[in-house]
């Protein structure tokens, strides 16, 4: 640029670009070598050189890309194929959304509580979100606040339930989609669009769609899931844990033998010398079997087999609905 200008012309000028080291080359007091023959040689023009980063040229960027012919001018916006007009019909078609819209544009307040008893369960889910629901031109959007700090909330688009499948389809199998994975598609979706379910609905057509299934690989999960015990009947399943060791005792007892019953939720604890299975079933059996009975099956294993040789008693195994094993028929 500054072979173009001659430095007859003494003309103070601005330079803006984003080359950072022209300031800096400015900045030495004692130059040398080369950078002393570039500053002899710029120090014969006027000017003074201003920084902006390359994210700020936009003027640049937009001038330096002549419009393809071939490029289609876009009049009226269009989404999903259906013109505000079209998506405006079908939320006032809706059983969930339009009612709510018309209470959005006919009031300002959040409808009473007694007058939620006209409407679905869906209606007063979708109604709890009073606050978050704006319309603009007659089209019902929710805001959605974004986890980014200081950026202004996004406008998501209220749904029909005529249209969730084509925005899955577009935002999974779409020019914009890409079978991301669910996780994406749901941050994706989550930028323009908004339904109840939609968090199930988007895990459900990920698992679903088969070039999801034939190119993602699952991650295994060889832990199962935690559940809880059921039971029917008081002493039908016992839990017994063992804590210690203790400071011996008088009697010279240093663990403590816990057993409680899942249905009823009753505890016993017993001292207990050691830690050996013969000692623990003979704890079981005095204290707690021969006390409270036992009414089930659950302890058939090596602590049963013990229980067992301390008592004169046999076992068999009988056929469920079999009465002919219990010698009664």
Request: charged share 20%; no cysteine.
């Given at each position: 640029m500054l072979v173009k200008v001659s430095p007859k012309q003494k003309a103070q000028f601005k330079l803006r670009t984003d080359h950072n080291s022209l300031k800096w080359l400015q900045s030495f007091k004692q130059p040398e070598g080369q950078l002393a023959r570039w500053l002899e040689k710029i120090s014969e023009y006027s000017f003074t050189v201003e920084h902006h980063p390359g994210r700020k040229h936009g003027n640049a960027d937009t001038l330096s890309r002549k419009l393809p012919v071939s490029c289609t001018q876009i009049g009226s916006k269009s989404l999903l194929g259906h013109t505000s007009a079209a998506i405006l019909c079908l939320q006032l078609e809706e059983s969930t959304i339009g009612p709510v819209l018309q209470a959005k544009e006919s009031c300002t307040f959040r409808p009473t509580d007694q007058s939620l008893t006209y409407y679905s369960m869906a209606t007063c889910r979708l109604l709890q979100l009073w606050d978050q629901l704006v319309v603009k031109d007659g089209i019902l959007y929710r805001l959605f606040m974004t986890p980014v700090a200081?950026?202004?909330?996004?406008?998501?688009?209220?749904?029909?339930k005529s249209l969730h499948n084509t925005i899955l389809h577009n935002l999974c199998t779409g020019i914009s989609g890409g079978h991301l994975g669910q996780a994406k598609v749901l941050s994706k979706l989550r930028e323009h669009f908004y339904w109840?379910?939609?968090?199930?609905?988007t895990e459900y057509w990920c698992r679903t769609c088969p070039k999801c299934a034939t190119r993602k690989t699952p991650i295994p999960h060889f832990e199962g899931l935690l559940q809880s015990i059921s039971t029917g009947s008081p002493m039908q399943v016992v839990v017994v844990d063992l804590l210690g060791p203790f400071t011996a005792s008088s009697s010279g007892n240093r663990y403590l033998l816990v057993a409680m019953d899942i249905f009823t939720k009753w505890g016993e604890a017993y001292p207990v010398p050691n830690m050996e299975a013969s000692t623990v079933a003979t704890a079981l059996v005095n204290e707690m079997f021969l006390h409270f009975s036992l009414r089930?099956?659950?302890?058939?294993?090596?602590l049963f087999g013990k229980t067992l040789q301390l008592t004169p008693t046999s076992s068999h195994i009988e056929w469920q609905m079999q009465r002919s094993t219990e010698g009664q028929c």
């Open positions: 200081d950026e202004p909330p996004t406008r998501q688009l209220v749904a029909p109840q379910s939609h968090y199930k609905d089930s099956h659950s302890l058939i294993n090596f």
